[in-house]
């Protein structure tokens, strides 16, 4: 059975378009597999604090030596990064705000990226400890940036999904959707069609 997880990082969480086009594509994966498993985190609705010093030092600090603040601050990160390890897929929907990814996904990512858990550290360099993953990723933006160095937001996704393990990453785009309602419709209507045509990760494919 394929456990898929659902994160969507729209201030308007469900309402989102990028939220929209993700659900369009675990509606088909579930055409695929009735029985699949959805687990939907959203980070709008459920916001994580800020990454700051106290936090990062719970994560440092040994599971014997942590306090009570500590312990329940690791616990939390522990869980995030136990729903994103079930997970044979993970679906996320990537606006861009202000040039950038929304600060609730980049929450997520410094309560995810933990030494010895997510990642380590060898003499060639990192490596991921989260693999054997497929990720889709739905990007909507207002202005157009695909395919051009004013895209702040594949490269840097890719690289830290990457460093987490999780090399095989798709992304679908609906760009131009604050440049008028003509091209906006056309850019949903292209971004919903190319949902429908992307293939399932090979293990729904058979
Ligand atoms: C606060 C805010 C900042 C935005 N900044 C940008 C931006 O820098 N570049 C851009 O192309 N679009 C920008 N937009 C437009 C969004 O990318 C666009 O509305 C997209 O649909 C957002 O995805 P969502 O509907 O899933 O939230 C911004 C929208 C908001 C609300």
Redesign the pocket.
């Known amino acids: 059975m394929t456990t898929i997880l659902k994160l969507n990082s729209?201030?308007?969480s469900d309402a989102?378009?990028?939220?929209q086009l993700a659900s369009q594509f675990v509606g088909a994966l579930l055409e695929r597999e009735p029985g699949a498993q959805v687990a939907e985190r959203d980070l709008a609705r459920e916001p994580l604090p800020h990454l700051d010093a106290a936090r990062f030092q719970a994560f440092l600090t040994t599971p014997e030596q942590r306090t009570a603040e500590q312990t329940a601050v690791a616990q939390a990160s522990d869980e995030l990064i136990d729903e994103l390890r079930a997970a044979d897929v993970l679906v996320l929907?990537l606006?861009?705000?202000?040039?950038g990814v929304p600060s609730q996904l980049k929450a997520w990512f410094d309560h995810i990226a933990r030494a010895g858990v997510t990642f380590r550290y060898t003499e060639k360099g990192p490596v991921g400890l989260l693999t054997g993953k497929k990720a889709y990723v739905f990007a909507?933006?207002?202005?157009l940036?695909a395919g051009t160095p004013r895209d702040t937001q594949t490269q840097y996704v890719r690289d830290f999904l990457a460093f987490l393990g999780i090399a095989d990453v798709e992304f679908v785009y609906?760009?131009g959707?604050?440049m008028g309602d003509a091209p906006r419709t056309a850019s949903l209507a292209k971004a919903r069609a190319a949902v429908q045509n992307l293939a399932p990760p090979a293990r729904l494919a058979a």
């Open positions: 729209s201030i308007y989102g378009q990028s939220s929907g606006p861009m705000y202000n040039f909507t933006r207002g202005g940036y609906a760009e959707l604050a």
